[in-house]
C-alpha cells in the first residue's frame, strides 16, 4: 500500500523546471536518447535492488543477529544523518557516481549477509553517505547525456519511484525464497550492474546537452 501512494504523485510531476538548456516552451515530450534510456534503466535496477534489500533490513537484523528494535531505529537514524552532508556534497568534489553505486551494492550485499551485528549496524549507516553521494551524480550524467535533460529530470523521478515500488516486493519474495545469503547478493548484482551502466555511459556517450 505505501509503496502504491508513492507513485500518486507522479501524476504531477513529469516535467522538471530545471533545466541546464533554455529552449522555447512546448507541450510535446520528446522520446529519450539511447544513453538516456540506459541511463534510466540503471536508475530504476539501482532503487528496485536498494530498496529491496532496505525494506527488509529490520527482518534480517532482527532474525540473524537477534537485534532490538532500538538498536534497528539507531541504525536507520544515522542512516538519515549521513546522508545529510553527502547530499550537500559539491558536485565538482563527487567524482565519477558509479563507484558511489557499486559502494552501495556492497552495503547491501553486507547486510544480506550479515555476519556481524557492528558490520551489519555500519553498512547502513555508510549505505546513507554512499547512496546520496551517487544519486546527484547520476542526475548530472543523465542532464549532459541527455538531449532535453529538462524532461528526462521528471523521467528519472518517475522511474526511480517504479523501483521503489518492485524492489520491496521483489526483495520479499527473494528474502523469503532464498534466505538472507542469496537476497543480499542479488540485491548486489542489480545495484552493481546499474553502477556500471552509468560508468560506461558517462565515459563513452556523447554528451547532448547542447543540442537543440
Do not use: H
Not at 525494506?55 to 544515522?78: D, K, R
Amino acid at each position: 500500500m505505501l509503496a502504491g501512494l508513492a507513485v500518486v504523485p507522479l501524476f504531477w510531476i513529469r516535467e522538471s523546471d530545471a533545466s541546464v538548456v533554455v529552449r522555447s516552451k512546448t507541450d510535446r515530450r520528446s522520446k529519450a536518447v539511447p544513453a538516456a534510456r540506459v541511463l534510466l534503466g540503471a536508475l530504476f535496477l539501482f532503487t528496485l535492488g536498494g530498496s529491496g534489500v532496505f525494506q527488509f533490513v529490520i527482518v534480517v537484523g532482527a532474525s540473524e543477529l537477534g537485534l532490538t528494535t532500538a538498536t534497528m531505529s539507531i541504525a536507520f537514524s544515522l542512516n538519515a544523518l549521513a546522508g545529510i552532508p553527502a547530499a550537500r556534497w559539491p558536485l565538482s568534489r563527487r567524482g565519477i557516481p558509479g563507484p558511489w553505486m557499486v559502494a552501495t551494492a556492497c552495503m547491501a550485499l553486507t547486510v544480506g549477509l550479515a555476519w556481524s551485528p557492528w558490520l551489519f549496524g555500519a553498512a547502513i549507516v555508510i549505505w546513507g553517505f554512499t547512496f546520496w553521494m551517487a544519486i546527484p551524480g547520476v542526475f548530472a550524467v543523465l542532464a549532459a547525456k541527455s538531449a532535453y535533460p529538462e524532461q528526462r529530470a521528471g523521467d528519472a523521478q518517475a522511474i526511480m519511484a517504479a523501483g521503489r515500488v518492485v524492489g520491496p516486493l521483489l526483495g520479499g519474495l527473494a528474502l523469503e525464497t532464498f534466505g538472507n545469503e542469496v537476497f543480499g547478493v542479488l540485491g548486489f548484482i542489480t545495484m552493481a550492474s546499474a553502477g556500471l551502466a552509468v560508468t560506461l555511459i558517462r565515459l563513452f556517450a556523447e554528451p547532448r546537452a547542447n543540442e537543440e
